[in-house]
């Protein structure tokens, strides 16, 4: 008899350190980000800045690749044409204002890509 209590107060003691581990908590998702007609083009322009678009883009002026403004006043702000010109951005690509293509951006997030077309479609005079 005292042999079965010993087993079940040793049992007893497992079971109540095994029953407090703490499962790890919940990976917090993302937020989604505001939809695109949420326009801040502050985030736009400091994206730009922060990737090599200026190597070959002004902003009123064609180098490289064309003007924004010029680019702006060719495409009106839809849905539309907002993903054609974030996946143009992302995948490269030539034809539309000449033979010199753009390169590829395969590591820009679409988020991000769509702020850039965001800022340069506000252009538009
Ligand atoms: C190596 C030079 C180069 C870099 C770097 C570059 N572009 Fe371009 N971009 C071009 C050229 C050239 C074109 C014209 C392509 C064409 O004629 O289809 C262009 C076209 C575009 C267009 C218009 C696309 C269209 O189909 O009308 C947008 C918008 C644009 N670039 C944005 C960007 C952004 C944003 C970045 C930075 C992430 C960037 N570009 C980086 C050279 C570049």
Do not use: F, R
Request: with cysteine; net charge neutral; aromatic share 4%.
């Amino acid at each position: 008899m005292k042999k079965l209590i010993v087993a079940l107060l040793i049992s007893g003691s497992i079971a109540a350190c095994g029953g407090g581990e703490q499962k790890p908590a919940e990976e917090k998702k993302e937020e989604k980000k505001p939809d695109v007609l949420a326009v801040d083009n502050t985030k736009g322009l400091e994206l730009i800045g922060a990737n090599d678009c200026t190597t070959c883009h002004k902003i009123g002026e064609k180098n490289i690749g064309p003007a924004y403004t010029d680019v702006a006043a060719k495409y009106e702000a839809t849905q539309a044409n907002i993903d054609t010109l974030v996946n143009k951005i992302i995948a490269g690509g030539s034809g539309v204002w000449g033979a010199v293509p753009m390169t590829p951006h395969p590591t820009l997030s679409k988020e991000d890509a769509t702020e850039m077309v965001k800022y340069i479609l506000a252009l538009k005079k």
